[in-house]
């Protein structure tokens, strides 16, 4: 069965400190999908950033880098020099390619980054 | 801007009202979804549809009910609704097909029902 945890369920760090969401997956399939949501207190779910299973680059884009490691089933997500827009709720996610149109959400972890 | 519009940001509704929840994109994908939010829980999925048609029903009550009358809209109607189902409702949609199993949702801003 398909299953994402997110241990993590609040955080809360000061301004400019480095901070990284843990996300941790299941699934049997050899082909899968990974996909990072952030959700601010405004409500819409902002896509990330997606990788596919057979892509164990790890990838930077500004502040935000991203880790996968299909060894530990993990693809945890860094911000580093948090800022206060960075406070929101961020979603990990898994879809697979056989189970077609149906995503599975983590819990999600609740950022607070404190000025 | 989203790419995904969801009309409207903010409903209440009585237990006995009947009203409808509408979602546009204009991105060209074939699947939509209804999503429901409760607050600090994350999306729970209640419709798919994959090319107009229904492809996934989450055990949803009667009391919601989708519609797909092309493939940028999607609706869903609410009839005799209960306090419990105030949450926050998102539309999504995403690519669909075997080659495009990569692809994200793309969600709207939702719409914010509260039942009275």
């Known amino acids: 069965a398909q299953k994402v945890t997110q241990a993590q369920t609040e955080i809360s760090v000061v301004e400019k400190e480095d901070v990284t969401l843990d996300c941790v997956y299941e699934?049997?399939?050899?082909?899968?999908?990974l996909f990072w949501y952030k959700q601010p207190p405004s409500g819409e779910l902002v896509f990330l950033i997606r990788?596919?299973?057979?892509?164990?680059q790890n990838e930077i884009s500004g502040r935000y880098s991203w880790n996968f490691q299909k060894s530990t089933s993990s693809f945890n997500f860094t911000i580093t020099a948090s800022q206060v827009v960075d406070s929101a709720v961020y979603f990990c996610?898994?879809?697979?390619?056989?189970?077609?149109?149906?995503?599975?959400f983590g819990t999600g972890t609740s950022l607070t980054v404190i000025p | 801007d989203t790419e995904v519009t969801q009309t409207p940001k903010h409903l209440v509704m009585g237990m006995t009202n009947k009203k409808s929840l509408k979602c546009e994109q204009h991105?060209?994908?074939?699947?939509m979804y209804w999503y429901k939010q409760k607050a600090k829980k994350p999306p729970e999925l209640m419709f798919v549809y994959s090319y107009e048609k229904l492809s996934i029903n989450e055990s949803v009550p009667s009391r919601f009910s989708p519609e797909c009358p092309n493939s940028s809209l999607l609706n869903l109607h609410l009839h005799a609704l209960q306090p419990e189902d105030s949450a926050l409702y998102l539309c999504a949609s995403s690519q669909t097909g075997a080659e495009v199993r990569n692809s994200p949702l793309h969600f709207g801003n939702g719409t914010r029902l509260t039942v009275t």
């Open positions: 990788r596919n299973s057979f892509d164990e």
């Open positions: 991105m060209g994908h074939r699947a």
């Open positions: 699934t049997r399939d050899t082909t899968y999908y």
């Open positions: 996610a898994l879809r697979d390619a056989n189970t077609g149109n149906q995503f599975y």
